[in-house]
């Protein structure tokens, strides 16, 4: 079955930097790759998504990059901010529409 | 209106009793997973509805849990003989499409204490 690996597992960012959080997926099958932000406490929700037929995405400040060949995709948030720190999941979805998630990123952006 | 909704909110149960989780997902969705998440731990995937197909169980750790979805909607997560390490966040998450699947609605979850 499809796994997911991402990295790292914690960042500490300064407000205004950049974060970047990498995931590498195993089933080449996969055509939908999400990304979901879980504050302390609450329930995961969407941020963004992507699409094996596209490349890069982006929404505000967040971007989501794509690389089918090397089985990878990446999420970069731009101009961090105190509401950014979270953790993180990336996930990934095979065939058979089971979404196999990451192990998460802890993000801190310091004021 | 409400989004996915899960009971009960806080469990806590001694080593070897039975507990049932259950998911009210949001109306007219057709998809349905549960996910386990151990504290400070990732998304583990145990179980997916979709419509009247064969639940994908894939993801079930023993077969001391078990999950059924009544009349495609209301979806009960059972788990026997609880153990210490079954202790954890139970996250259900409903979905409006199979095909095509889009974004996924989770619950608040129902967290489990076993004693």
């Known amino acids: 079955g499809e796994n997911v690996e991402q990295h790292p597992s914690t960042l500490s960012v300064q407000e205004g930097d950049s974060a970047v959080i990498k995931c590498t997926y195993s089933?080449?099958?996969?055509?939908?790759f999400p990304w979901y932000k879980q504050e302390l406490g609450k329930r995961p929700q969407l941020i963004i998504d992507i699409r094996s037929n596209v490349g890069e995405k982006k929404d505000q400040r967040i971007a989501v990059t794509l690389n089918k060949t090397a089985k990878h995709f990446s999420l970069h948030i731009t101009e961090t901010q105190p509401e950014d720190s979270a953790v993180y999941f990336c996930a990934a979805r095979a065939a058979g529409n089971k979404l196999t998630f990451g192990g998460g990123t802890r993000v801190l952006v310091k004021p | 209106g409400a989004g996915v909704s899960q009971s009960p909110s806080n469990k806590v149960t001694e080593k070897g009793k039975d507990v049932e989780l259950r998911c009210d997902p949001i109306s007219g969705h057709t998809a349905l997973y549960w996910y386990r998440q151990s504290l400070g731990q990732g998304l583990e995937f145990l179980i997916y509805?979709?419509?009247?197909?064969?639940?994908?169980k894939s993801g079930l750790p023993s077969d001391r849990f078990s999950a059924e979805r009544t009349g495609g909607s209301v979806s009960t997560l059972t788990i026997q003989r609880t153990q210490q390490e079954d202790s954890a966040v139970y996250l259900c998450?409903?979905?409006?499409?199979?095909?095509?699947?889009?974004?996924?609605?989770f619950g608040e979850g129902s967290r489990l204490t076993v004693l």
């Open positions: 509805f979709q419509g009247n197909s064969a639940p994908d």
């Open positions: 998450a409903s979905s409006l499409a199979g095909g095509q699947i889009g974004e996924l609605f």
């Open positions: 089933d080449s099958a996969s055509n939908y």
